[in-house]
């Protein structure tokens, strides 16, 4: 039986964005709602002339008022959509997540069309997030779907974020099923190398899975150089230039939790934390102040821009500290360096990086445009979900 869902009007001309693919409208393309729709429920879009454009959820608080979840307008959006849709997005990870890796996202918000779900897996544990007030209103069908495809041990919610705030939502955390002690890890493996998680206390879902393949680059260019891992975390980058043979990696972090993991997984994967000193200290002042000089830098900052108020002034971050880095490092030493900040688009990035190099008197070879792993898929009309970017660079003498 077809089901009959509350239609979106839209102003004429603005249908545009959802027929090239975008997944949002915002507040300022709706002519009218029928009925009274309220945050979270499905609606059908329609354009001026009345012609169906597909379905999503509708937030009446929110300036993204719509957020596609299908274009066939005919679908009946109930319990198994959930759980093939949750499928689906599982199909990809079985064929692209390596051997002897048993750490992933699962579902990529919008990339999976999903909008504001997010589901990484660590061993036999989910760690969810979500962010808008249509999944929320779905979560009942996504855990039902979660437990049926992954059998997990447990799952953990980190419903947190400004995100949340702005579907007029609380923040949620904590154990939805199962569940360990607060103080205990989850150990994974990735390519082989083997971390531990903390999902409840970590950053973001506990560790940085979108920067795998970047991890997999450095670790494949680092034979015998010296490596210097700023904003380090846990040590994830610097374990794998150790792994990949460098003589030494250097890490530094401001966090004394942070290195003190950095540490136990360097000598769980067999290298000397005396030999790959990792280092208490922030890291625009460290820089300043060595007289060092690397055969490789890595620059994974947190993100400097929480929105669009902050992009000038974590523009000016970004240029210093890629500025101080390339100050140390030799001629024909590599640069790797990312923004995670989702207001920074890439072409501003680059612009970023490029004037840190004229400041600093250095000329750079772009070697690679980086981002995330296939893991996280992102729509290609949606570009503002592919909020990891990054380059490979080589200076010249």
């Not at 001309?13 to 945050?39: C, I």
């Not at 002690?181 to 899975?209: C, S």
């Not at 100050?327 to 612009?351: I, P, V, Y």
Request: glycine share 10%; hydrophobic share 40%.
């Amino acid at each position: 039986m077809k089901t009959f869902y509350p239609r979106l009007f839209l102003k004429p001309g603005r249908e545009k964005s959802l027929l090239n693919g975008h997944p949002w409208l915002f507040s300022g393309a709706v002519a009218s709602v029928e009925g009274r729709p309220g945050p979270g429920d499905i609606v059908a879009a329609v354009d001026s002339a009345q012609r169906p454009l597909g379905l999503g959820f509708f937030n009446p608080h929110s300036d993204i008022r719509f957020r596609l979840l299908t274009a066939d307008a005919g679908l009946r959006l109930d319990a198994c959509f959930w759980r093939e849709r949750l499928r689906f997005a599982a199909d990809l990870r079985r064929q692209i997540i390596p051997r002897d890796t048993t750490a992933c996202r699962l579902v990529n918000a919008e990339g999976d069309l999903m909008p504001g779900l997010i589901v990484d897996q660590y061993e036999n544990y989910l760690v969810c997030s979500m962010a808008t007030a249509g999944m929320e209103k779905n979560r009942h069908h996504l855990l039902d779907g979660l437990h049926e495809l992954f059998h997990p041990a447990g799952i953990y919610e980190r419903s947190e974020g400004r995100a949340r705030k702005l579907e007029g939502l609380e923040e949620r955390s904590g154990w939805i099923y199962g569940g360990m002690e607060a103080d205990r890890r989850i150990p994974v493996r990735e390519n082989g190398l083997f971390f531990e998680v903390d999902a409840v206390g970590g950053q973001k879902t506990g560790f940085f899975l979108d920067q795998r393949p970047n991890r997999e680059g450095v670790a494949s260019l680092c034979r015998g150089l010296k490596v210097l891992n700023c904003f380090s975390y846990t040590g994830a980058f610097s374990v794998y230039a150790a792994g990949g043979g460098a003589r030494q990696v250097i890490s530094v972090d401001v966090s004394e939790g942070a290195n003190a993991m950095a540490r136990f997984h360097l000598e769980k994967n067999g290298f000397s934390p005396d030999r790959h000193p990792v280092i208490r200290a922030d890291v625009f002042s460290w820089l300043r102040e060595t007289e060092e000089i690397f055969d490789a830098v890595i620059l994974d900052p947190p993100a400097f821009a929480k929105s669009r108020k902050d992009v000038a002034r974590s523009a000016r971050g970004y240029k210093d500290i890629n500025l101080q880095a390339m100050k140390h490092l030799r001629g024909g030493g590599l640069l790797w360096t990312f923004s995670c900040s989702n207001f920074m688009d890439e072409a501003l990035f680059q612009k970023v990086v490029l004037g840190a190099a004229r400041d600093a008197g250095r000329q750079v070879q772009l070697l690679k445009v980086l981002g995330p792993g296939p893991d996280h898929p992102t729509s290609l009309a949606h570009l503002e979900g592919r909020y990891l970017k990054g380059l490979l660079l080589r200076v010249f003498p």
